[in-house]
């Protein structure tokens, strides 16, 4: 690619909300270039079974939804690389992007690299994401119909994903490594209250059982106190201890807020010191930390095309 080459638009990940943008701003003959990043696809290219995105009856695989966005955007024109952002420059005009051997310009920029979940980081979970062990009750509540699962955290999520899980599981256990729970006292005390919820305090998980078969057969778990270890016969395993935003990279250059998720305001405006970024736009999970849905992903990601469009016809593009 020769390096004078100032692009329309570039966005940053290939999840729902930067694939969305990219079939927009394709349309629009913007010519996008999509830098996939460390987690080509986002959230859904480790999900097996999407059965909440409309059009699809009967559901969709989450890798076989993200190659059918990739698909439909390079149809109009969008250009996808791998490639992971070293550094950026909001300063100048146009933008620059480091890409470790390459610096690349843009006019204008879209940031959807999304929110990484928080895993136990253990080789059995690793193992057996999307087949029982999930980071969204949402997405795959309904699979655990007529099942006992596990919820993993002590916060507010936790208490909330629980509470929502009920409609579905027959039992769920609310495993968190210390003695005292995060959570607000009005969601434990709802929490608690419920019929269908036990907890486990001071508990940790050491393995989930059912790496061979592909499919959760229990968690292997471990009493902090007493020392005590134990299988716990459940089906399902929903981690709620939090998101890492993948914002490292705009630190200093675009608001955010206490847990590093960038700031918007209208919906997908950055903002610098309480101001406008003008050019630079955000969508997806990057900045919502409420829904965290592949169609509210891609809703916000056409808000950020449709902006961009109008941004370059306002400066003459």
Not at 60 to 67: A, F, N, T, Y
Not at 285 to 298: E, G, N
């Amino acid at each position: 690619m020769p390096e004078n080459i100032t692009h329309d638009t570039v966005i940053l990940g290939s999840g729902c909300a930067g694939l969305t943008a990219a079939i927009y701003t394709g349309r629009a003959n913007l010519k996008p270039l999509v830098l996939e990043g460390h987690e080509p696809g986002g959230q859904l290219s480790i999900t097996t079974l999407v059965e909440n995105f409309p059009g699809w009856p009967e559901g969709v695989q989450g890798p076989d939804l993200i190659e059918n966005m990739k698909k439909q955007a390079v149809r109009f024109g969008a250009e996808l690389r791998l490639a992971h952002l070293s550094s950026i420059d909001l300063t100048k005009r146009p933008f620059a992007l480091n890409l470790g051997k390459e610096t690349i310009h843009t006019r204008t920029l879209i940031i959807a690299s999304g929110a990484s979940a928080r895993w136990l980081n253990l080789p059995s979970e690793q193992a057996l994401i999307g087949h029982g062990v999930t980071s969204c009750a949402t997405c795959d509540g309904f699979f655990a119909s007529g099942k006992e699962i596990a919820v993993i955290g002590g916060g507010d999520t936790a208490m909330e994903e629980a509470l929502f899980l009920t409609r579905f599981a027959t039992k769920v256990t609310i495993i968190n490594r210390s003695e005292k729970f995060r959570a607000s006292k009005i969601m434990l005390d709802r929490a608690m209250a419920h019929p269908n919820i036990r907890f486990l305090s001071s508990t940790v998980v050491e393995e989930v059982l059912g790496v061979e078969e592909k499919d959760v057969k229990g968690l292997r778990v471990k009493n902090q106190v007493s020392g005590e270890q134990y299988v716990l016969p459940v089906a399902f395993m929903f981690l709620a201890i939090g998101h890492i935003p993948n914002a490292e990279a705009f630190r200093g250059m675009i608001d955010v807020d206490h847990e590093g998720y960038i700031q918007t305001r209208n919906n997908v405006f950055t903002t610098h010191n309480g101001e406008i970024i003008p050019g630079v736009f955000a969508c997806g999970d990057i900045q919502d930390r409420r829904y965290r849905q592949a169609i509210t992903a891609a809703g916000s990601g056409c808000m950020a095309a449709l902006e961009v469009e109008k941004y370059l016809e306002e400066h003459g593009r």
